[in-house]
């Protein structure tokens, strides 16, 4: 399958932007398949990831670290948020899709870096989404398409970073968002 790494971060970011709206206001603190993250903290984490992986195109550096989210943001989160989305698909357009461009993960093409940051942003989705019972499953579509570049990082930061969470294993039959979210380290039917 062929992706295009920027459709694919508009989707995800599109995906991003969809969940973080259906937050009720009294959610925010809620657990998250995150580990020790609130939905808040996951929002938060996901911003700054997103803003890290181009740090070096926009020599701007996220605020704390993503691995550290705070709490609680100054603002509107959907606002903030939506910002920093479209400053960082801004960033990542502004660079040829096979153009070398480096990354807190070593130097990729701006296409596959772009890819890099929709996988973040689609997972994180439905972190929230889960996590704030709304129904915005992750595609089969999508997942089929972030399974290259999931392949081609995930275990790289698992290793580098020692912050990313072990994969699971599923039954097999697993469908191909449930294998991803695995992969990923989320357990695809995780209920509050």
Same mark, same amino acid.
């Given at each position: 399958?062929?992706?295009?790494?920027?459709?694919?971060?508009?989707? %995800?970011?599109?995906?991003? !932007?969809?969940?973080? $709206?259906?937050?009720?206001? &009294?959610?925010?603190?809620?657990?998250?398949?995150?580990?020790?993250?609130?939905?808040?903290?996951?929002?938060?984490?996901? $911003?700054?990831?997103?803003?890290?992986?181009?740090?070096?195109?926009?020599?701007?550096?996220?605020?704390?670290?993503?691995?550290?989210?705070?709490?609680?943001?100054?603002?509107?989160?959907?606002?903030?948020?939506?910002?920093? !989305?479209?400053?960082?698909?801004?960033?990542?357009?502004?660079? $040829?899709?096979?153009?070398?461009?480096?990354?807190?993960?070593?130097?990729?093409?701006? /296409?596959?870096?772009? %890819?890099?940051?929709?996988?973040?942003?689609?997972?994180?989705?439905?972190?929230?989404? $889960?996590?704030?019972?709304?129904?915005?499953?992750?595609?089969?579509?999508?997942?089929? %398409?972030?399974?290259?570049?999931?392949?081609?990082?995930?275990?790289?930061?698992?290793?580098?970073?020692?912050?990313?969470?072990?994969?699971?294993?599923?039954? &097999?039959?697993? /469908?191909?968002?449930?294998?991803? !979210?695995?992969?990923?380290?989320?357990?695809?039917?995780?209920?509050?």
């Amino acid at each position: 399958m062929t992706v295009d790494g920027f459709k694919l971060l508009a989707d %995800a970011h599109g995906y991003l !932007l969809t969940a973080v $709206r259906g937050v009720p206001a &009294e959610a925010w603190g809620d657990p998250t398949p995150c580990t020790e993250w609130t939905v808040r903290q996951v929002l938060n984490h996901a $911003r700054l990831d997103q803003q890290a992986l181009v740090m070096q195109i926009t020599g701007v550096a996220p605020a704390s670290d993503p691995f550290e989210p705070e709490d609680a943001t100054a603002g509107d989160p959907v606002a903030e948020l939506a910002a920093v !989305l479209a400053a960082t698909a801004a960033a990542w357009e502004s660079r $040829r899709d096979d153009e070398s461009v480096p990354t807190p993960m070593g130097p990729m093409p701006a /296409g596959v870096g772009a %890819a890099a940051a929709a996988l973040d942003a689609g997972i994180h989705a439905w972190d929230i989404a $889960r996590a704030t019972g709304q129904d915005l499953p992750l595609t089969e579509e999508m997942a089929e %398409a972030l399974e290259d570049i999931a392949a081609r990082i995930v275990d790289f930061v698992r290793d580098s970073f020692g912050k990313y969470a072990p994969p699971l294993v599923l039954a &097999e039959g697993a /469908g191909r968002a449930e294998q991803l !979210l695995a992969f990923t380290g989320r357990d695809p039917r995780w209920s509050r």
